[in-house]
């Protein structure tokens, strides 16, 4: 009598999960999947065996990844974050200036609303009172993986331009610019390089706010 036995991984699916799919290279859904050993008998699973991990499949490309893939941002919710994160860090950069400056809060809103484009004063007044500058790092952070260098160093350069608006960036504000900065993951070399090329390009424009000009209103 011929007996064909064997083994097989068989996947059984736990949850449906919404995720960015670095093959599709987009938000997708996903089967979070747990895989089993089975013995086999006959082609035929008889016998469950040990459990040897999970993964996230995805269902339009069925590309397999590891669990760790759906901890990571979506691009809807990176965008939602990013969005946080630019109103709360431009009152954060406004509170450790001067708030009664009106060329640094007209600064802030201006880039607040690239992202929320019903931002005004009087919002901004509000979130300066409320933030607290300490917690610079914890905001940023969900950003570190989902944002590219470029977008890091675009983000963080925008911070030191709201300063210079009001004319320097105050010892307050280089702190927040640098927790930002660390919330990044971007080394303490890297944030001074961003802003120094930010304050050279301020010094060659002879219309930019300075120090001894500082534009209050």
């Known amino acids: 009598m011929l ?11 736990l949850a449906t999960v919404a995720f960015f799919c670095p093959r599709c290279g987009g938000d997708r859904e996903g089967q979070r999947r747990a895989a089993r050993r089975w013995f086999t008998l006959f ?8 459990q ?3 993964v996230v499949e995805c269902t339009t490309c069925h590309t ?10 979506t691009s809807a919710s990176l965008s939602e974050i990013l969005g946080n994160a630019v109103r709360v860090l431009a009152a ?54 989902g944002l590219q260098v470029s977008g890091k160093e675009r983000f963080l350069g925008d911070l030191v ?12 504000q280089r702190r927040v610019v640098d927790l930002a900065g660390r919330g990044l993951d971007l080394t303490p070399a890297h944030i001074t390089g961003i ?12 219309d930019a706010p300075r120090p001894d000009h500082p534009g209050h209103g």
């Open 64 to 73: 397999r990844f590891e669990p760790a893939v759906a901890d990571v941002p």
């Open 161 to 172: 331009r709201i300063a210079l608006a009001g004319g320097t960036v105050t010892a307050d």
């Open 43 to 50: 082609w035929v699973p008889v016998l469950p065996l040990d």
């Open 92 to 145: 954060m950069v406004v509170r450790t200036g001067d708030p009664t400056d009106a060329s640094l809060r007209a600064a802030a809103v201006a880039n607040v609303r690239r992202v929320d484009d019903a931002y005004d004063d009087a919002t901004l007044a509000a979130d300066a009172a409320a933030v607290d500058p300490a917690l610079a790092e914890s905001y940023v952070a969900p950003l570190a993986e």
């Open 195 to 206: 802003v120094t090329s930010v304050v050279a390009a301020r010094d060659t424009d002879p």
């Open 3 to 13: 007996l064909i036995f064997g083994i097989r991984i068989r996947f059984r699916t």
């Open 52 to 54: 040897v991990g999970e």
